[in-house]
């Protein structure tokens, strides 16, 4: 299996950035880790992206805060997909990240996750690797159905307890 890269801005990114080493551990799908910054260690990014696809990785996670071009600056450099994580900060929420990662010009595409999405990053790295996967896409289905199975148990506690009474 191809591996994923998970590139972070800086490690005070860590505690968002774990949630997606961690939900891709839960599929068994192998990941570096690295921190390389688009504004502070600019040759290292893009000798990183560069070289990517030579090295084994099928999708790059890029996580950001502030001004965060690091996706972009990572997608400039290969074809593999990248997934932008905009990271939360303290002056404006996280907007600010979400703006720089998800605005980018035509051709060079970042798909971008919500605010400190993480876990939906990893799952999408997941589903792109799971197109040339089988056993990987049956695990993706599995996990979707056993979930689709507590919200609908949610529901039917939901129902018995409010509608019988209507
Ligand atoms: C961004 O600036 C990083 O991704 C991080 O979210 C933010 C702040 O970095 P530090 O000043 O905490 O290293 O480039």
Do not use: W
């Not at 490690?11 to 068994?28: F, I, N, R, T």
């Not at 040339?132 to 979707?144: E, M, T, V």
């Amino acid at each position: 299996m191809k591996k994923v890269a998970i590139v972070m801005g800086s490690d005070s990114d860590l505690p968002v950035v774990e949630k997606a080493v961690g939900k891709l551990a839960e599929y068994g799908v192998p990941c570096e880790v690295h921190v390389f910054s688009a504004h502070r260690t600019p040759d290292q990014a893009r000798a990183f992206a560069r070289g990517a696809r030579e090295n084994g990785f099928g999708v790059i996670i890029a996580a950001a805060g502030m001004a965060a071009h690091l996706a972009g600056a990572l997608a400039a450099n290969t074809t593999l997909p990248v997934v932008g994580i905009p990271l939360k900060s303290k002056a404006l929420d996280g907007v600010d990240a979400l703006l720089s990662t998800v605005q980018m010009p035509s051709g060079i595409p970042v798909a971008t996750v919500g605010i400190d999405g993480a876990a939906n990053a990893a799952l999408l790295a997941a589903e792109i690797l799971a197109l040339s996967d089988d056993a990987l896409a049956a695990k993706l289905d599995a996990a979707r159905a056993a979930e689709t199975e507590k919200v609908l148990a949610k529901n039917a506690a939901v129902e018995a307890r409010f509608n019988s009474s209507c």
